[in-house]
């Protein structure tokens, strides 16, 4: 059942890369596998935003095929500027999509795409 929600829900991003779509899908098989925490890591300009869109959607369709209520993906950002650039990829590929960010003045819980601000422990972890 996984692999058909994935092509499916894949085929609404068919500007995605190979590359893309294969991280995509390593993602997603990694995130059923396990509750472990997974951290992607790709270099400027790889389309990191086109791949979390795609990952949210996948998540997102899976969900509700295996239940009987709407899930919705909640998705983190450290700046207005990638909240505004990740909701704006979803919104593009037909996805609903909404925004809490109180820096770019939109608090709709619709469907969320979220500004977080990290603290120092955290991003001290993630720094090489």
């Known amino acids: 059942m996984y692999n058909e929600v ?62 009987e209520s709407e899930k919705k993906v909640l998705v983190l950002a450290p700046s207005q500027e990638l909240v505004e650039q990740n909701c704006e990829k979803m919104r593009s590929h037909g996805f609903d999509a909404s925004i809490y960010c109180a820096g770019l003045n939109e608090k709709d819980l619709s469907s969320v795409m979220a500004k977080y601000r990290v603290s120092d422990d955290l991003s001290q972890a993630f720094q090489r």
Not at 38 to 64: C, D, Q, R
């Open 6 to 67: 994935i092509d499916s829900t894949l085929k609404k991003f068919p500007t995605l890369y190979d590359y893309q779509e294969e991280g995509t899908r390593c993602a997603i098989n990694r995130t059923i596998a396990t509750l472990d925490p997974l951290l992607l890591v790709l270099p400027t300009a790889a389309g990191k935003s086109f791949i979390l869109a795609a990952m949210a959607a996948v998540l997102e369709e899976m969900a509700n095929k295996s239940s």
